[in-house]
């Protein structure tokens, strides 16, 4: 009895953990697809991870990759990209990206995701801060 009561107490203690953890390798996984969308300039692919609200303000793919590389040079074209610590809260998550740049300058990138609807993470945000600069 106290054996199976413990295994319960294990399961709900330590499940969401592995839930939250799960949501972060999505979360990671769906970055790094719209990261090599970008490598390979496949417009479609790259917008195809942006939240609905960010479709919404750039409404064609081509008009959001433009921005990405105008506004965004470091994420749309990189020597280094890789993930740093996470945050996962709700069905909301924060993901530090440490990247080099062309130029080998380096850069700070929050990428934030919510979870949609239909279950799926979008991609709500990247902003974008050069290495040591004070926010």
Same mark, same amino acid.
């Not at 839930?19 to 769906?30: E, K, L, N």
């Not at 790094?32 to 417009?43: I, L, S």
């Not at 917008?47 to 990759?65: H, K, V």
């Not at 850069?107 to 040591?132: H, N, R, V």
């Given at each position: 009895?106290?054996?199976?009561?413990?295994?319960?107490?294990?399961?709900?203690?330590?499940?969401?953990?592995?839930?939250?953890?799960?949501?972060?390798?999505?979360?990671?996984?769906?970055?790094?697809?719209?990261?090599?969308?970008?490598?390979?300039?496949?417009?479609?692919?790259?917008? !195809?991870?942006?939240?609905?609200?960010?479709?919404?303000?750039?409404?064609?793919?081509?008009?959001?990759? !433009?921005?990405?590389?105008? %506004?965004?040079?470091?994420?749309?074209?990189?020597?280094?990209?890789?993930? %740093?610590?996470?945050? !996962?809260?709700?069905?909301?998550?924060?993901?530090?990206?440490?990247?080099?740049?062309?130029?080998?300058?380096?850069?700070?990138?929050?990428?934030?995701?919510?979870?949609?609807?239909?279950?799926?993470?979008?991609?709500?945000?990247?902003?974008?801060?050069?290495?040591?600069?004070?926010?």
């Amino acid at each position: 009895m106290r054996i199976a009561a413990l295994l319960v107490f294990l399961s709900v203690a330590f499940g969401p953990i592995s839930a939250r953890a799960d949501d972060v390798a999505t979360a990671q996984s769906i970055i790094r697809a719209q990261e090599q969308a970008f490598g390979r300039d496949d417009a479609r692919g790259a917008y !195809s991870y942006a939240a609905p609200a960010i479709q919404e303000i750039f409404p064609a793919p081509d008009i959001f990759m !433009s921005m990405v590389q105008n %506004g965004y040079p470091p994420v749309y074209r990189h020597k280094s990209f890789e993930f %740093g610590d996470s945050k !996962s809260e709700g069905s909301r998550i924060a993901q530090h990206v440490h990247i080099i740049d062309a130029n080998g300058e380096a850069w700070e990138a929050l990428y934030t995701l919510e979870q949609q609807p239909d279950g799926s993470y979008k991609i709500t945000g990247c902003s974008l801060l050069k290495a040591g600069q004070a926010v």
